[in-house]
């Protein structure tokens, strides 16, 4: 039975009250994606586009007996084909977020970089998982847990910057931010320390605004006030961090996947820094996780078109 995660359901209901937003959906060829899709319509999270071979996408649907006789679709070749269609809709107005269907990450994400058609920005792009955790007073984003392998420093300012102004888009107040490493002391012997000490003192300079930030931190004394009280930690985010920003991409993800399958959390996962937000789901995702990841890109997406920060509370 899964279980309850009230932040979800929060966060879906702000989404709802802001109203749909048109997704172009690359490539939902299975049954998995399309019936994230229909959960996601008949909710009134979103208005999808289904952009993918026609001729396959009504078979799985048939297969599956899911009804989809309501929804656009935009008749592709193969799934590289989709993700440049899906991006092009973009472009064309006609979609203010993209979802990836049954292709590979890596497809979708190649026709979102392309240098002449796709949707980069000034911005590095990262990957955040919004989790609802079990007892916890407020959701937690971790990132990156998808997109960059071994972020540079450079790299992570830009994706320390992603998720605050997402979690400023989901009213977090204040954001408290956690660089991770191992230990909690700087160590010429652990580059993940030295990072964490240049990224805090960078927004001591303004380079990274909108939070406060600490680390090198260890996952205990991040989120533990009891931990980070035995190890003498006096910050504002030392056990109380909301956000966790991981060394790499094997420890965001093992993080990310470790609360889900041995803490009962559910995962939300969106990619920022493109032109629109990139909406990125599992086979293994729960309907509650699927629906929250449409909800935090109809969140964001609604945030680019406006200005405003939507999710109260």
């Known amino acids: 039975m899964e279980r309850p995660h009230p932040h979800y359901d929060r966060l879906i209901a702000a989404a709802r009250h802001a109203g749909p937003a048109t997704v172009a959906v690359a490539h939902p060829c299975d049954r998995s994606s399309l019936e994230g899709v229909l959960d996601a319509a008949r909710m009134g999270l979103i208005k999808p586009i289904l ?95 998808a997109v960059n392998i071994v972020p540079t420093l450079a790299d992570k300012v830009d994706i320390v910057q992603n998720a605050i102004d997402l979690a400023h888009i989901l009213r977090f107040n204040p954001v408290k931010v956690a660089i991770l490493a191992a230990v909690e002391t700087v160590s010429a012997k652990m580059p993940s320390t030295i990072d964490a000490a240049a990224l805090c ?57 470790s609360l889900s399958f041995m803490a009962g959390a559910s995962a939300a996962g969106i990619v920022l820094g493109a032109r629109v937000p990139v909406i990125l789901t599992s086979r293994a995702d729960t309907v509650q996780a699927r629906l929250a990841s449409c909800a935090v890109a109809v969140l964001v997406a609604h945030s680019k078109l406006t200005g405003s920060r939507i999710l109260g509370g």
Request: net charge negative; proline share 5%; aromatic share 0%.
């Open 51 to 145: 952009v993918g071979p026609s001729e396959r996408i009504r078979q799985e649907a048939d297969a599956a007996r899911l009804d989809i006789s309501a929804l656009p679709i935009i008749d592709t070749e193969h799934s590289h084909a989709s993700a440049a269609r899906a991006v092009q809709l973009v472009h064309e107005g006609q979609a203010t977020a993209l979802m990836k269907g049954s292709l590979h990450t890596d497809e979708l994400m190649g026709a979102v970089v392309a240098t002449a058609t796709g949707l980069r920005t000034a911005r590095r792009l990262s990957h955040c998982f919004v989790m609802d955790v079990p007892d916890r007073a407020e959701p937690l984003i971790i990132t990156d847990a």
């Open 201 to 257: 003192k960078m927004a001591d300079r303004g380079q990274i605004t909108g939070a406060l930030l600490d680390g090198p931190l260890a996952m205990d004394n991040a989120i533990d006030p009891q931990a980070a009280a035995i190890k003498h930690l006096v910050s504002p985010v030392a056990g109380q961090a909301n956000v966790l920003v991981a060394p790499d991409l094997e420890a965001g993800n093992m993080l990310a996947k």
